[in-house]
Antibody
Framework: EVQLLGSGGGLVQPGGSLKLSCAASGFTFSNYGMSWVRQAPGKGLEWVSSISGTGGTTYYADSVKGRFTISRDNSKNTLYLQMNILRAEDTAIYYC??????????????WGQGTVVTVSS | EIVLTQSPGTLSLSPGERATLSCRASQSVSSTYLAWYQQKPGQAPRLLIYDASTRATGIPDRFSGSGSGTDFTLTISRLEPEDFAVYYCLQYGSSPPGYAFGQGTKLEIK
């Protein structure tokens, strides 16, 4: 079964740091681009960052550029999101998501269960 | 940067009725780059439609997607009780590279 399991969320003070992880199983992890998507309480979905299968290409939403870093360890089938200089507006559920196809479709077909990040003093 | 605008914000219908949800892009989008998702409270989003009109695995055929260029539509032919949820469109853009979601349409029971 294809599965993504996110972890690492929690309560952090403004200006602090947190590192999220997303463990993948059931597919050849290194073949697929991966992304992080977040959802603030009561709000819609917001794309955060994406990374290619090899890890050689990364891109970020303007709202997190320079503060967040996406990475992956293909030997451990794990995706990461290092979040620095956290702000109250970063409070959200963070989902990891798998790109549907190695080439072609850019949709996200498999999502993790979400991990909650709360930035508050 | 492409902006996606969904309409209406809220759609109130009864089971058995037809639902038509719109997603408009601020500039022309390749159909390969457009997808639709359903999200229920407390759950992760679920892929319904990708490449603008292809149903994802396991999605009932009452869900269909259409459109091209800047205007895309998700149609639910006959609403079932489990279809009442929030729906989002998603677009991938190559310049600059990245994704954008629409703000969502809440489909509620009338």
């Amino acid at each position: 079964e294809v599965q993504l399991l996110g972890s690492g969320g929690g309560l952090v003070q403004p200006g602090g740091s947190l590192k999220l992880s997303c463990a993948a199983s059931g597919f050849t992890f290194s073949n697929y681009g991966m992304s992080w998507v977040r959802q603030a309480p009561g709000k819609g979905l917001e794309w955060v960052s994406s990374i290619s299968g090899t890890g050689g290409t990364t891109y970020y939403a303007d709202s997190v550029k320079g503060r967040f870093t996406i990475s992956r360890d293909n030997s451990k089938n794990t995706l990461y999101l290092q979040m620095n200089i956290l702000r109250a507006e970063d409070t959200a559920i963070y989902y990891c998501a798998k790109r549907k196809a190695m080439a072609g479709s850019w949709a996200f077909d498999i999502w993790g269960q979400g991990t909650v990040v709360t930035v508050s003093s | 940067e492409i902006v996606l605008t969904q309409s209406p914000g809220t759609l109130s219908l009864s089971p058995g009725e037809r639902a038509t949800l719109s997603c408009r892009a601020s500039q022309s989008v390749s159909s390969t780059y457009l997808a639709w998702y359903q999200q229920k409270p407390g759950q992760a989003p679920r892929l319904l439609i990708y490449d603008a009109s292809t149903r994802a695995t396991g999605i009932p055929d009452r869900f269909s997607g259409s459109g091209s260029g800047t205007d895309f539509t998700l149609t639910i032919s006959r609403l079932e009780p489990e279809d009442f949820a929030v729906y989002y469109c998603l677009q991938y853009g190559s310049s600059p590279p990245g994704y954008a979601f629409g703000q969502g349409t809440k489909l509620e029971i009338k």
